[in-house]
């Protein structure tokens, strides 16, 4: 019975309700044979993706049965969303996919095509067009880069002069009545024919390999199904002890569905799901730390529960995989003793983002819509499927009826596929069709799928308080997994109560290992919870360092004096902090091939203070680019570009402008390790110019002295360089650290110190520095968390902490203390996460009386780390603190009443002294 709420058992006895009504087929079909005519699929693999979706629903009711005794930590579930096994058959188990929640088929799907053996031919071997831009030398693509608005990208060899790329090329765009007229298509059965140009690689690539079995079948056009005899074991600990299977003589081809063992790949893939819902620390990608969809081996990247913030990542690795294939198909194969190609993904994969409809209206969707747009508008390939399982809500909101399909449909530049995800058959066609047209055309598309959702929201959500009893049975009526069955027994392939029982069956096997993972240890210990969370190898980080000094200074001498324009960096100088940079940034992207650098106006004007001028001449548009105006996609370029395998140096034009992408920082980047255990990676140094004393320019907006925000983002690192010398050390360092470790890090450059030259008096280029020969960046390494000491006069009476434009200021005023006859001794932090602890117990120590010099805010600010950390370690001394006002910056010299001034600091040294 029905209730106003679903519940499981409503759910089930009503599914059960629905199979057993369904009358005995009066012939049987060869399961060898399309479910219909002219069906993209067999009946073999239909029964095996109806196992994947009993696979999820079970383990839905399994995430509410162990709820209910209160051992299961998750009941966010699957059910009705099951249509989403079509697309992960439809897809390549080598794309990568960032998924919804709502993924539980998808997920069994892919592990079954990835259990497949390797000696299995591939399927949809690399045929992506051999366009006009393929063969665009550098100077081409830069000059149609610029035509197209200074964007270039990671995929910057594409020029915009692809003869596909255009009005008058998209494909089928007006044969199918949905075309927009800019690029954007609408394909699919339920919106028009499919495009003939547009068949799958798939098709070629399996003709291709006669005489090949494959154990997934291959004759899809897509990706692969797996195979009613598919493996039955994947080399991992659990096999579902599944009924005696068929005789495999292919006589009977009537085999009852009863007969078919349940693929092992299935049961490895419920045991992981299991696992996360129990919090056990084997799950296999994020260890018991959240339940998460995710395996490094599957290429299911994790995403986080912020809905949409995986969307921005995707659009960059979708441009990462494209930039990285045109790359190797530059200087082809590999020659010997030449290193492996860094990317992890095959180079013709796509990459594949779901969401539900809800999130469409999300700002981070709504930036990667946009980008990846934005980026196809100037002829940039960015193979990217978005998916959006469209369940009508979003908890308890409702999409007003057809604004999915409307917003979806006039997304410039992404071409449109719609599908009814209760229609098993209807779904994999067109996502086959959506699949191969992104990967042929490396241009993006998404693939609305309509679902319902079952069960409500969650398990704590009562949808009787928002919805009718009689829109919730509608919902049940659609079930997707109902739907199948029928469909199977309206084929002949078998009866309503041949499905029961396998339904039964798989539900038994769920249960029991859902018992099973119920033992498995949890996360015992903080030390265990954190262990992914940042390594750190100081040593490795220094001998990368090191390396890239040898490299430098050898082999590569050369060819960085020719980069360098014929005179290096050490031969010209002294430098301000921007040139130091500047030339530190040109060594990191001579000494890692990988490294990127990219942001809003840096490439063409090189930065609006001038830091990055001179970057894209160096190194041409693919390595230096100017992206378009959003700090959230800025990130997610870096996102996805670290995950496949580069090293994106990314820039925030200003500190106040992080916040409102400060999620992708927060959530994304800093988790990655967290979540996969390191076994994924998004290595990064972002950029950002911040900080406040520009006297006379804007007003908070170009003065933010607020990082609070980033304090406190576990793993993160956090540079301060305030000298030109330390500035190109710890550049070096950080880019180290995103290579050895996978580090993110930021990299705050003081916007006030960057042309600055005198210390003291005007004229004594005090505040200049010359820049390190690469011989000599070994020794003169800055490590992760260590700090600057310097000693004025006594050097004796007062530890002033301190860092950025603080240490400047601290120096003048330790020079007036030391006129006084008091020493003191600056300690310049450097490094603001992790702090420099050691050194700060030390130097305060020294002296007894510490004095901070925070040019943050008083609440939330550094300085309240820094005493944190004394009091911590027991110091016992003195200690006060001078800091920002818990203000926002005002305009012009009003700045002054809520900064830290050199006269703030020489009192409070004073006032410490006369204690
Ligand atoms: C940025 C963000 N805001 C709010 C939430 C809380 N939340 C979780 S799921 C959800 C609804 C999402 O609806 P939809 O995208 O349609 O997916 P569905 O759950 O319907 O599949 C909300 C608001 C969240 N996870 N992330």
């Known amino acids: 019975m029905l209730s106003d ?29 399309p479910v219909a005519d002219g069906a993209p699929l067999t009946g073999a ?74 000696a299995v031919a591939p399927v949809a071997a690399p045929v992506p067009d051999q366009t006009a831009d393929d063969h665009a030398d550098g100077a081409a693509a830069e000059r149609a880069a610029d035509h197209a608005g200074g964007g270039a990208g990671i995929g910057g060899e594409a020029g915009a002069s692809d003869s596909e790329h255009g009005d008058s090329a ?11 007229g800019d690029g954007t298509g609408t394909s699919g059965p339920s919106a028009g024919a499919p495009d003939p140009s547009d068949e799958s690689p798939a098709h070629e690539s399996t003709a291709a390999h006669p005489g090949v079995e494959p154990a997934f079948s291959t004759d899809a056009p897509g990706g692969r199904v797996p195979a009613a005899n598919g493996p039955t074991g994947t080399g991992r600990d659990v096999e579902m ?15 009852a569905p009863e007969s078919r063992p349940l693929p092992g790949a299935y049961a490895d893939a419920a045991r992981d799901v299991l696992r996360g819902m129990v919090a056990s620390s084997q799950e296999p990608i994020a260890g018991g730390r959240h339940k998460v969809f995710g395996r490094a081996d599957l290429a299911v990247v994790p995403t986080t529960s912020t809905i949409a913030s995986h969307l921005p990542r995707a659009v960059g690795m979708g441009l990462a995989v494209e930039r990285l294939r045109r790359q190797e198909a530059r200087r082809g194969p590999a020659q010997p003793g030449e290193p492996p190609a860094p990317a992890p993904w095959a180079a013709d994969a796509i990459v594949v983002c779901s969401f539900g409809d809800a999130s469409i209206n999300h700002a981070s969707a709504t930036a990667a819509f946009n980008t990846a747009g934005w980026y196809d508008h100037t002829g940039l390939r960015i193979p990217v499927l978005f998916v959006c399982e469209d369940n009508g809500l979003g908890i308890s909101v409702r999409s007003p009826q057809g604004w999915v399909a ?13 599908a009814d995800g209760a229609d098993l058959v209807e779904a994999y066609q067109v996502a086959v069709e959506a699949a191969a047209w992104v990967r042929r055309h490396r241009r993006p598309a998404v693939l609305h799928l309509t679902t319902v959702r079952l069960m409500g929201h969650a398990g704590a959500d009562a949808e009787s308080a928002y919805r009718s009893a009689g829109e919730i049975a509608a919902d049940v009526l659609r079930d997707p997994v109902a739907a199948t069955a029928r469909r199977l027994v309206d084929a002949g392939l078998a009866s309503g109560a041949e499905l029961l029982e396998r339904y039964d069956e798989i539900g038994w096997q769920v249960r029991r290992i859902a018992e099973e993972v119920l033992d498995e240890p949890k996360l015992a210990s903080p030390a265990e919870v954190i262990a992914p969370l940042a390594p750190r190898r100081p040593l490795r980080v220094a001998r990368a360092v090191a390396d890239a000094g040898a490299q430098a200074a050898g082999p590569g001498a050369a060819a960085r004096t020719e980069t360098f324009g014929g005179k290096p960096p050490e031969l010209a100088g002294p430098f301000t902090l921007a040139q130091s940079i500047n030339a530190a940034l040109t060594d990191g992207l001579l000494s890692h091939p990988q490294m990127a650098v990219f942001g809003e106006d840096i490439a063409a004007k090189g930065g609006v203070y001038g830091v990055t001028k001179g970057l894209r001449d160096r190194f041409g548009v693919a390595r230096v680019f100017d992206t378009l105006l959003d700090e959230t996609s800025i990130l997610g370029l870096g996102l996805g570009a670290g995950l496949a395998g580069m090293l994106p140096v990314p820039e925030i034009q200003y500190l106040a402008y992080l916040h409102n992408a400060e999620d992708q920082l927060r959530g994304e980047a800093a988790s990655m390790g967290f979540f996969s255990q390191g076994a994924l990676r998004n290595p990064m140094v972002v950029r950002v110019a911040g900080l406040a004393y520009q006297e006379g320019f804007g007003g908070h907006f170009h003065n933010d002295n607020s990082v609070a925000v980033l304090r406190d983002v576990p793993g993160l690192v956090i540079a301060v360089p305030a000298r030109p010398d330390d500035a190109a050390a710890m550049l070096r360092t950080c880019l180290a650290s995103a290579a050895v470790d996978g580090s993110v890090c930021v990299f705050l450059e003081p916007i006030a110190l960057y042309h600055t030259r005198d210390l003291y008096t005007d004229g004594d280029g005090e505040w200049l520095a ?19 000491v310097y000693g004025v006069g006594s050097a004796e009476d007062v530890t002033i902490i301190t860092f950025g434009n603080g240490v400047r200021m601290s120096l003048r005023a330790a020079s007036a203390l030391a006129d006084e006859g008091i020493g003191s001794r600056v300690v310049d932090l450097r490094w603001l996460a992790p702090l420099p602890v050691a050194d700060l117990i030390r130097e ?30 027991g110091y016992v001394g003195a200690a006060r603190r001078v800091a920002g006002v818990d203000s926002f910056v005002p305009l012009g010299p009003a700045a002054r009443h809520v900064l830290v001034s050199e006269e703030a600091i020489t009192e409070g040294a004073r006032t410490l002294l006369a204690r």
Do not use: M
């Open 170 to 180: 998209v494909p089928a765009a007006s044969d199918n009545g949905g075309e927009n």
């Open 241 to 255: 002890a599944g009924p005696t299977p068929a005789d495999g003589d292919g006589v009977d081809p009537v085999a």
């Open 406 to 418: 409307t917003a979806l449909r006039s997304k410039p530049g992404i071409r449109y596929f719609a």
């Open 45 to 118: 693999q239909l029964l095996d993706l109806f196992d994947a979706q009993v696979t999820s629903r079970q383990l839905d009711l399994a995430g509410r049965w162990l709820r209910s005794f209160g051992e299961g930590y998750y009941t966010i579930s699957s059910a009705g969303h099951e249509g989403n096994a079509a697309v992960a058959a439809a897809l390549r188990p080598t794309d990568p996919a960032l998924l919804h929640y709502r993924s539980g088929a998808f997920y069994c799907v892919r592990a079954a095509q990835s259990a497949a053996p390797a």
């Open 770 to 788: 010359g820049y390190s020969e690469p011989g000599a960046w070994a020794g003169g390494h800055v490590p992760v968390g260590r700090a600057r």
């Open 5 to 33: 709420v679903t519940t499981p058992q409503d759910l089930d006895d009503r599914f059960r309700e629905s199979l057993a009504a369904l009358a005995a087929p009066q012939q049987r079909a060869d399961p060898a044979r």
């Open 844 to 873: 305060a120590a020294a002296t007894g009386r510490v004095l901070v010099v925070d040019e943050t805010r008083r609440s939330g600010g550094v300085g309240e780390g820094v005493i944190a950390a004394l009091v911590d370690a």
